[in-house]
Each structure stands twice: as C-alpha cells, then as structure tokens.
C-alpha cells in the first residue's frame, strides 16, 4: 500500500518539476529576438536558467525516483519554493502581456535601463565584476505603496504564503541573488509620466547596492569636516542622499521638478519638520532635500542658462531660464521657512566629499565621469519638450530617455494646460516614446559573456538557490 502511494506522488513530483520546466522554455521563447519581450531577453533567461539549476539540484540531491515519504516531502516543499520565487517575477512580466502595462512599462524600462547601464558598463570595463555578480536591466512594475522604492534597500515583502518577517527577509535575499534588480512604482503614476524621473532615485538605490558603493560612501561621510551632531544626520541620509545625487546625474533638473512635485504637502508639515541626530528616518528633511538637489544642480550649471546656449536653444530662452528656477521659486514662497536651516551651510561640504571621491567598482571613477546630466542634454531636452507640447514628430535624435523624460517634466511645468488638453500623455506613451525605444534585446552589448557560458554559470548559481532554500526551510 506505501509503495502504491509513493509511486502516485512520485509521479506528482515529476509532474510539477516538467509543468515549470515547460513553462521557463514558453517564456524564453516569448523573449526571443523580435517576439514580445525581446526587451526582457537577459532577464527571463537569466532567472529562469537559475531557476532551472535549482530544479536541477533537487533532483540531484534528493534522488529523482524512489523517494521515501519523508524525502518526497521535502521534495515537493523545496519545488514550491522555486515555484514561489517564480511566480514573483512572472506577475510581473505577465503584466506586461497587458497591451496598456506593456507600454507604460516597456518606456519606465527603457528609462531605468538608462540609468543603470553606464554604471554597469563602468564597472565591466573596469573588470570589477565577475560574471556571476552581473546583474540584468531593473525590471519596472507597480505597487500599492505611496513612494516609489527599489526592492534592494532591504525592505521587507510579503509575497503570497510568506507571513513571518524572517521568512520574508530571507526571501528577499534569495531575489537579491537573482540576477534581476527590482524598482517598484506606485501605481498612481501610471497616468503621469512626469513623475518618471522618481525611477532615476530608485535605481540610485540599486547602483548602491549592485556596485557595492556603501563602504566607500561610509568613509566619506565619516571623514566630511562637520560638527559631529550634525554629521551624524548627514551620514544616516547618506544611502538617500546617494540616490537624490544619482537621480540629478540621470535627469538633471527634471529630477528636481519632479521631486518638487511629489514631496508637497501642508505647509504646517514642510515649516514643521525636524529631525534630530538619533532619529532613524533616512530621509533629510523635504526643504533640505531640495535644497541639496538645487545645490547640485547649480554645481553643473543646470539652473542658469550658459551666456552661448541664450541664442542657440530657443527664440525665448526666457521661458527655460524661468522654468528651471520655477519650482524652488514656489517653494519658498510657499513654505517661506523650515526647522533645518543650520544644515544648509552643510550642503556644498557633503556634495564635495561624495563628487570628488572615486569609486573602486568603477575603476576608480568619480561618479560624475560614470553619469551626467550636462548643458548638451538640458538643450535637447527642452527642443524635444516644445516639439511634445506642439504634437510634433520627436526627432531621431531623441532616444535618449534619461532627456526624454526630462523633457516630458519640462512640457507639464512648462504648459500643465496643454499638456492636459491636448492629451500629451497619450500620445507620448502610444506613439512618441515608444517609438524612440531602439530594436533588439536590452542587456548585451559590452558583454564579453557567451550565451553558452552565461547558461552554465546560470545553472550552477541554480544550486546555490536550493542550498539557501533548504538551509532555510521555513521559507518553504
Ligand atoms: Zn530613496
């Protein structure tokens, strides 16, 4: 009689084991070259050959037929978990099976791909990574939360049959192994692309994390010449800082407006806030926080208009000479004041320590020689901005989307009444935007890697997931 049940689950077993090895081949077909999604080619290969090495690994190490009970148990419990950490990614890849989603997402993609690969490519030609270590394009989906927020920072999920915070952490560090970085948008944003560039800030978070950045940005905020008191709030902002920095590098000052946009609030609120040095909060102060962005913008020129560029951007250079002061103008006589005004004297000795410190994983670069934002880009941006308020063709020049979006921020701050009567977002998202976004896979070029080479090293990283999986058998 036990052998008659065992022989029924043993079936069982393999038959879970093939319907998601069927499934991970439909879905890398479906990102073949000019299917669907080509433009998640490296990330569906990717995570599912690891996944597939995991597979692997429990049939190796549990022994794929005769299993006990006890053993078939384990079997199946350890499967689930590969199922569950699947299903993670393939909800969010479905969506996009959605004509509406794949859109919107395919263009927020495109914009964290932007921000991401030169740090990337920074680190590669440096050497600094290993094949292993390398990660894909951030994959965009949305959330239920009210801030945007990049799942590397550590923040605790609950994916569906996870209840405790233990079972969720390690969750969390087994996505973290995998080789595809997360940014969650709210799902408000879904209607209002000038909210994009929040995705710059996310990504910020991951380059971080990917690059391994913390330790060397820990010894320059503890080495910044500041009163103790104060630099021990500086440094607990440091990671957000960090990401305020990179998000200004990505979309100059379309980082700014945006961020001007999303951190309003009552005026009680903004004149109100003060954090102390044992607070835990990570985030300065919404009026520091700007401040800080404003100051670096002003560093690389980008809130004043450069005495050539008058004559060659524009038949009204007033207008983007305005505009770029516009939304720190309204804030201050809005708020008229805050709590944190002894930390403004601060802002130029922290942006010195973190833009003149050189980066190990980047071969020794300066942040602003892996990313910019310049002059160059601030003009194309306001061309294309005036040609979307016009309903004009983009140029083919313009697909760079760190510029497209920030010339989507420059249109609605520019003309907010054209931009919502004439429908822009509409035609941006459908036509515009999409058509700039280049043909082929995202993810490959400057990579030395074989795909052959790449599958092996994927499927070996398999076994290191189960390992995790079953030393942490409660996840399961
Ligand atoms: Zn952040």
């Known amino acids: 009689m036990a052998d008659s049940i065992i022989l029924y689950r043993n079936y069982e077993l393999n038959f879970h084991d093939n319907a998601l090895r069927s499934e991970f081949a439909e879905w890398q077909k479906s990102a073949a070259a000019n299917a669907k999604f080509e433009k998640h080619n490296s990330q569906i290969t990717r995570i599912t050959d690891q996944l597939t090495g995991a597979l692997d690994e429990i049939k190796i190490k549990n022994g794929a037929q005769d299993l006990d009970i006890a053993s078939s148990q384990v079997h199946q419990t350890s499967i689930l978990g590969i199922y569950r950490i699947w299903s993670y990614f393939r909800e ?43 990660r894909e394009p951030p994959l965009v989906y949305f959330s239920g939360n009210i801030s945007p927020f990049a799942l590397e920072r550590g923040l605790t999920f609950f994916p569906e049959g996870i209840e405790t915070k233990a079972d969720a952490r390690l969750f969390d560090s087994i996505l973290f192994k995998l080789p595809v970085p997360l940014v969650a948008i709210p799902w408000f944003q879904l209607n209002h692309l000038p909210a994009g560039p929040a995705i710059a800030h996310e990504v910020g978070h991951i380059v971080e994390r990917d690059f391994q950045l913390t330790e060397q940005l820990a010894e320059v905020f503890k080495a910044l010449d500041l009163p103790d008191e104060r630099k021990k709030l500086w440094t607990r902002w440091s990671d957000e800082l960090f990401a305020d920095i990179w998000g200004t590098l990505c979309c100059g000052p379309g ?34 926080r700007l401040l800080f962005n404003e100051a670096l913008l002003k560093r690389y020129g980008l809130l004043t208009l450069p005495v050539e560029g008058s004559n060659v951007v524009t038949d009204d250079p007033d207008d983007l000479q305005s505009l770029l002061r516009q939304p720190m103008k309204r804030w201050r006589e809005t708020y008229e004041f ?10 130029e000795t922290v942006l010195d320590g973190v833009l003149s410190q050189q980066f190990e994983l980047f071969g020794r670069k300066k942040l602003d020689k892996v990313m910019q934002f310049d002059w160059e880009d601030l003009k194309a941006s306001w061309l294309a901005a005036r040609r979307m308020l016009l309903g004009e063709k983009l140029k083919e020049s313009d697909s ?77």
């Open 92 to 134: 969010k890849f479905a969506l996009r099976e959605s004509e509406h989603f794949f859109n919107l997402l395919k263009i927020a993609d495109e914009l964290a791909w932007a921000c991401y690969k030169p740090a990337r490519q920074a680190a590669l030609d440096a050497k600094k990574i290993k094949v292993e270590e390398r």
């Open 255 to 288: 980082y700014l407006m945006a961020l001007s946009e999303y951190l309003i609030t009552e005026s009680s609120v903004v004149q109100g806030e003060k954090l102390k040095p044992d607070d835990e909060e990570h985030h300065p102060t919404r009026m520091l």
């Open 338 to 347: 805050h709590q944190m005004d002894k930390y403004e004297q601060d802002i």
């Open 400 to 476: 760079d989307f760190r510029r497209l979006y920030t010339a989507v921020v420059l249109a609605w701050f520019y003309k907010p009444e054209v931009y919502v009567n004439n429908s822009i977002h509409k035609q941006l998202v459908d036509v515009r935007l999409l058509g700039q976004i280049p043909k082929g896979k995202r993810g490959h070029s400057g990579i030395s890697t074989s795909a052959e080479e790449q599958k092996k090293t994927d499927i070996a990283a398999g076994a290191e997931l189960f390992d995790m999986l079953l030393f942490n058998r409660t996840v399961v």
